[in-house]
């Protein structure tokens, strides 16, 4: 970030807690620097619902972050969920002028993809390429320098519906910060978790946050499919409220220390005491039923993502077989994944080798974001980060990207 340092604000605007994250480069590295973390309001399965709360709790936890790394602020990011998050593939053709690929012409070919037609109240937030095509040659994945007379792009595109974008916008607003970009969360929680290996071998990779599920699926390093289920933690908690006949806080609270999503994981049965609610006094309740609760519901959600999987995945598609796509597994992460026997219920539900993702080790704020709820927050700050470079190093080679930097201007139309 040169002599004057500068650095990255980003905001992941989650259905339980905003988690603003500054990170900085120091020594030929990202720091993560300064970290506000608050409780989210205004949130619903992943939208925002009121804009005046949920800008509340975006400058608590901007103005936490910055009270902690005092740099000034280079570019700002923000993150957006929900079921109308949807991809979608599209293409793109563009003649080769000196009969050899250049940068600005995969620009180009990129840019002629995303000119397809969608319904009114869908935007465009990632363009992603899927494979190019130079002449008859399919399947390229680095096209620059390669010689043809014809570069054809095969690109996913990630839509998300215009109002819930325009509010998340309209907090930022309302704050007087202009925002550079939107990265969908599962994407940026792809991006702190996985390994280049996995994304190369094949991996389904899923956020179990508070409001949705996030999930995302790569192969041959390339993200394939992207969807959000409107099924979280806070599901669990309000299954165990009514369950339990006990508050949401304390069904909030037993969930985290005695639940478990499998029963049979309970060799002997414990007996927990339940505050009661008012004057009434405490109970006791089974740790199985407990369990038995949680187990439905996440069975419930591991079906659910099944069958998306099939209707996304093979919708476009001869139906092969997925397990041959997804060398590596699933990764769980987000909040949720800590449920103990989670791990074991997708393994045998999915019949895929399974593990909880944890964001990388960073330097400077390593302990305290390595937790699979920041996933997304330290995900979105690697994705800035890398872009950012990327774009400083392309620019020193006279290269000018309409859609890389500044995404926000090229969505507005500006
Ligand atoms: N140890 C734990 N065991 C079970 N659940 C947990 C644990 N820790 C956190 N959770 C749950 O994780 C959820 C919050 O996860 P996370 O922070 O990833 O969600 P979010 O980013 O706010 O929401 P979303 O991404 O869905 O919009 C809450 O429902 C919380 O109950
Ligand atoms: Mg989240």
Same mark, same amino acid.
């Given at each position: 970030m040169g002599k004057e340092e500068k650095g990255i604000l980003v905001v992941d605007v989650g259905t339980t807690k905003v988690c603003a994250l500054i990170g900085e480069e120091k020594e030929g590295k990202l720091w993560i620097t300064g970290m506000g973390l608050v409780p989210s309001k205004g949130l619903k399965k992943g939208t925002i619902i009121n804009i005046e709360e949920a800008t509340q709790s975006i400058k608590n936890a901007i103005e936490k972050a910055k009270s902690q790394a005092k740099i000034p602020?280079?570019?700002i990011y923000t993150s957006i969920t929900g079921s109308h998050i949807k991809s979608l593939s599209a293409s793109g053709v563009i003649a080769l002028k000196e009969k050899v690929v250049t940068p600005s012409e995969v620009e180009e070919v990129l840019f002629s993809a995303q000119t397809i037609e969608l319904p009114q109240d869908r935007i465009i937030l990632h363009i992603i390429p899927q494979e190019f095509v130079i002449d008859q040659n399919r399947g390229i994945l680095q096209p620059i320098g390669m010689s043809g007379v014809r570069l054809e792009a095969n690109v996913r595109l990630i839509t998300c519906n215009r109002s819930a974008f325009q509010n998340l916008l309209r907090c930022f607003e309302n704050l007087d910060i202009e925002v550079d970009g939107v990265i969908v969360q599962g994407l940026a929680s792809g991006e702190s978790v996985l390994t280049s290996e996995e994304k190369e071998l094949g991996v389904i990779l899923i956020d179990f946050g508070g409001g949705t599920t996030d999930v995302a699926i790569y192969w041959d390093n390339v993200l394939r499919y992207i969807f959000s289920l409107p099924i979280g933690g806070? *599901? *669990?908690?309000?299954? *165990?409220?009514i369950g339990l006949r006990t508050s949401r806080?304390?069904?909030?609270k037993i969930k985290i220390k005695n639940g478990v999503c499998l029963r049979d994981l309970l060799e002997e049965d414990e007996i927990i005491e339940l505050t009661g609610i008012g004057d009434r006094p405490p109970r006791k309740i089974s740790k199985k039923i407990l369990a038995e609760i949680i187990e439905l519901r996440i069975k419930e959600l591991i079906e659910i993502i099944e069958k998306e999987l099939y209707r996304?995945?093979?919708?476009?598609?001869?139906?092969?077989?997925?397990?041959?796509?997804i060398g590596s597994g699933i990764v769980i992460t987000g909040g949720s994944s800590l449920l103990p026997g989670l791990v074991y *219920?997708?393994?045998?539900m999915l019949d895929l080798p399974t593990r909880i993702g944890f964001p990388f080790k960073l330097a400077g704020l390593a302990e305290e974001t390595h937790h699979p709820q920041f996933a997304t927050s330290v995900g979105m700050l690697l994705y800035a980060y890398n872009l950012q470079e990327r774009v400083k190093e392309e620019r020193k080679e006279g290269i000018f990207h309409k859609l890389k930097k500044g995404f926000i201007k090229f969505l507005k139309g500006g």
């Open positions: 602020i280079e570019s806070e *599901l *669990l908690t309000n299954d *165990l409220a806080i304390e069904a909030e996304e995945v093979f919708i476009d598609k001869d139906p092969f077989d997925i397990k041959s796509k *219920l997708f393994e045998q």
